[in-house]
């Protein structure tokens, strides 16, 4: 089903009745938030008892093959694009700190990838390495190194590609709240400065070079809600707030003027139909993450005026294809490629370690799997309370079996256990932290916390228990928590200020302590038991 941009219909009509031969196609093929996703998977989210297949990177590889060997009959151009988080999430991904990742994306020929923030978790150094192995560049306009004040020298700002007669740019952005989720030491000598103007200095200099198509290849996320996050924008254009930085992928397509394609990720929120800006006419388009679709649009453009007269989906409504096997075969070069990488890396993740009774799922408050991984933590550490981030908690389980393999989808980004010797009042006002303003706290163990959402900021708190007794300000506590939170992650700055004498790096990695409390408790019989209740 064709889309056509309401501003451009009459020109359309037009070149669609006399000169149809000078329309060019652009096939863009498009990947987000692969976090690794690149094997073969089933796809429980379809059906939890007879789940399809999902054939991964073999899969999307037969139709980026199909889709070449359709432009190449054509005269059309095809690009193969992701929007950064390439590798970590996955044991495929993590244990090769990426290589396999790259390798699958060189055997495919993608030719750009923004560079998002989980890929910097194994530290820049490792992505440099990842930039070097890579075929393709991979681009962001926002790294800068704090020495020379210019752009991270193992990232490009964009690139300029030649292609069917096109000149098409492509620059790169990687979200500037990657500072505030990255280890220190990991980004340590570069920084992630304001989207916006990073982003108009590249559109501006790639226009000046010749460029016909600008496209933003962005990790910043179109909003969850395409018609909330597009009503809160014309609040602001109507109070005449324009934000510069921390932008989400919506706000910079409307903020900045010229770029023609915007391809998000960052928030895992798939767009089954890309949204227009009014204003700037920028198309908008986002996968979902895992590598579980790949998206696909056809663009269309007009030869005489070089500009973008339309474009076409796949199907009727919807750009994202679901990579199921059935429907499309892998490719067998490449998925023996991945099999045989798989099998290196993942020997001993299919050995089942334990068993639940009752399904572990997640949620912003307290649920069955936040008081599996807190117990684990405390059991691992003697610690008296504990703590961690919801964000860190990935993914649910059902009842049944449970693998290595499992609990690596549920936390694959290889934290530590860390515990703390902090005062009663000093863990009070985390807690407090952490349930102001719209904020739904954290998973705990250890102890009881019930809070009321109306009460005053910093006396939010009626009960606080730790080890069934109440919570003393003047008493010392070891709490247990992760090292990425440790660091003043998350907003919590204060964990930022404990002396080094009174943190215990333990040196536990947590899924290892979740691994073995699954060992030594299963089967599971793992409820709520109302150690977080909200008034």
């Known amino acids: 089903m064709k889309k056509i941009l ?3 219909l009459p020109a359309l009509l037009l070149i669609t009745s006399t000169r149809a031969g000078d329309i060019k196609k652009v096939y863009i093929l498009y990947t987000n938030d692969v976090h690794g996703g690149i094997v073969q998977t089933e796809a429980t989210f379809l059906n939890p008892n007879f789940p399809p297949m999902l054939g991964g990177g073999a899969s999307a590889a037969g139709i980026i093959k199909k889709v070449r060997e359709k432009a190449a009959r054509e005269g059309s151009a095809v690009l193969l694009l992701d929007a950064g988080d390439m590798f970590q999430g996955t044991p495929l991904g993590t244990r090769t700190g990426g290589k396999a990742i790259i390798e699958y994306m060189n055997a495919v020929g993608y030719d750009a990838v923004s560079a998002g923030n989980h890929d910097f978790d194994l530290g820049k150094d490792n992505l440099a390495k990842l930039v070097q192995q890579a075929h393709f560049p991979i681009l962001s306009a926002n790294i800068i190194d704090k020495k020379t004040n210019k752009v991270w020298q193992y990232v490009k700002p964009y690139v300029l590609l030649e292609k069917a007669g096109l000149k098409i740019a492509i620059f790169g952005l990687t979200t500037e709240a990657t500072k505030n989720m990255s280890f220190a030491d990991h980004i340590a000598g570069i920084d992630f400065t304001d ?3 990073a982003a108009q200095r590249a559109v501006d200099s790639l226009r000046a070079k010749g460029a016909d198509i600008v496209i933003g290849l962005v990790h910043m996320g179109l909003p969850y809600d395409e018609e909330e996050g597009w009503r809160q924008l014309k609040e602001n254009i109507a109070q005449k707030v324009q934000k510069k930085s921390y932008l989400n992928a919506m706000e910079l397509a409307h903020y900045v003027k010229g770029i023609d394609i915007l391809m998000g990720g960052h928030i895992h929120r798939g767009y089954n139909e890309p949204w227009v800006d009014p204003d700037n006419h920028t198309i908008c388009f986002q996968n979902y993450g895992n590598g579980g679709n790949l998206g696909m649009a056809e663009i269309l453009v007009d030869m005489e005026t070089r500009t973008i007269a339309g474009y ?3 199907s009727k409504n919807s750009g994202l294809l679901l990579l199921t096997e059935d429907e499309y075969w892998p ?6 490629m991945i099999k045989e990488r798989q099998a290196e890396v993942e020997k001993g993740f299919d050995e089942v370690i334990g068993v639940t009774e009752f399904a572990l799922t997640r949620a912003q408050g307290e649920s069955p799997m936040n008081n599996l991984i807190c117990d684990a933590m405390l059991e691992a550490s003697g610690a008296d309370f504990s703590f961690t981030n919801f964000g860190g908690i990935r993914s649910d389980l059902p009842i049944g079996p449970i ?3 499992d609990l690596f989808r549920v936390l694959p980004f290889g934290n530590s256990i860390v515990v703390l010797r902090i005062k009663g009042a000093t863990l009070r006002g985390l807690i407090e932290r952490k349930i102001r303003g719209s904020r739904s706290g954290m998973a705990i163990g250890g102890g009881k916390v019930v809070y009321r959402r ?3 900021d910093g006396k939010k708190i009626e ?3 730790v080890q069934g007794k109440p919570l003393d300000d003047d008493a010392w506590y070891k709490v247990a928590t992760t090292d990425y939170l440790a660091e003043g992650n998350s907003g919590l700055d204060a964990l930022a200020e404990v002396p080094e004498e009174r943190i215990d790096r333990t040196g536990i990695i947590l899924r290892e302590a979740v691994t073995e409390y ?3 408790h299963s089967p599971l019989k793992i409820k709520t038991d109302g150690r977080w209740i909200r008034k």
């Open 6 to 8: 309401l501003s451009l």
């Open 195 to 197: 989207e916006v103007p």
């Open 312 to 314: 076409e989906l796949p």
């Open 331 to 336: 490719d067998p070069e490449i998925d023996k």
């Open 403 to 405: 693998t290595p393999r």
């Open 454 to 456: 109306d009460g005053e």
């Open 463 to 465: 009960t606080f228990l």
């Open 518 to 520: 699954v060992r030594n």
